[in-house]
């Protein structure tokens, strides 16, 4: 079926090092969304990405949604012990673009 | 406060009694859907709601059910819950199909024994 593919599962960085996640669909996306879930809380929309080749940013994210709008990035620079947390990409898989299909999220540990 | 409720946050039940988690939205959201999760697999969709007595099936419907009689609630109703559906549940919210921003409950953690 379709689905939205995301790696690496887990990440462990030393504070103030880089830190990407990618995420890949199987089908053309409309949008893209990027959510962030802190340990025992729920998600929170980070952002939305609609146009071929966007590039967002906010503070030291950077989103990125490709050309094919089949993939998209969330790059974060000089990562902080704040920046802990799963990162997921979602998107709608359905042509009525009713239901939103989730990754399996990024775990990001960063080690002070 | 705009914000998504539920509840219970935490229910351990026993196999086959009925329960109903409430979600509750106070801004006017068309859009309401419910998601599980679960380690190593993600949010999966269970239903969502397009507007008021308007649902369909997500990803995972296999055991729930949904009613929107009003377009603030959208309750999660278990029949007969089985082991299997012990889980973490969120409520999502977003004003339309068209603008996508999930808005996510707290959640409820499920244990059924």
């Known amino acids: 079926g379709q689905q939205v593919m995301q790696i690496p599962q887990y990440q462990h960085v030393q504070e103030g090092e880089d830190f990407t996640t990618y995420c890949n669909s199987s089908t053309t996306l409309s949008n893209i969304q990027w959510y962030k879930q802190r340990p025992g809380g729920h998600p929170v929309f980070l952002i939305q990405l609609v146009k071929s080749g966007e590039v967002k940013k906010q503070k030291r994210l950077t989103f990125q949604f490709g050309e094919a709008k089949k993939n998209s990035s969330l790059h974060i620079t000089a990562t902080q012990t704040t920046d802990v947390g799963t990162y997921f990409c979602a998107g709608p898989m359905n042509s009525g673009y009713s239901t939103l299909t989730f990754g399996k999220g990024t775990m990001l540990l960063v080690s002070p | 406060e705009a914000q998504v409720t539920q509840n219970p946050r935490y229910l351990i039940t026993v196999t086959g009694k009925k329960l109903t988690v409430t979600c509750s939205q106070n801004?006017?959201?068309?859009?309401m859907s419910w998601y599980r999760q679960d380690p190593g697999l993600g949010l999966r969709q269970i239903y969502y709601s397009m507007n008021v007595e308007v649902t369909d099936k997500g990803d995972v419907p296999e055991g729930y059910k949904v009613s929107r009689k009003e377009k603030r609630n959208f309750p999660l109703i278990l029949e007969s819950p089985s082991p299997n559906q012990t889980s973490l549940y969120f409520c999502?919210?977003?004003?339309?199909?068209?603008?996508?921003?999930?808005?996510f409950g707290p959640g409820t953690r499920l244990t059924v024994l």
């Open positions: 999502a919210s977003s004003l339309s199909r068209q603008y996508n921003e999930q808005f």
């Open positions: 801004m006017n959201h068309e859009y």
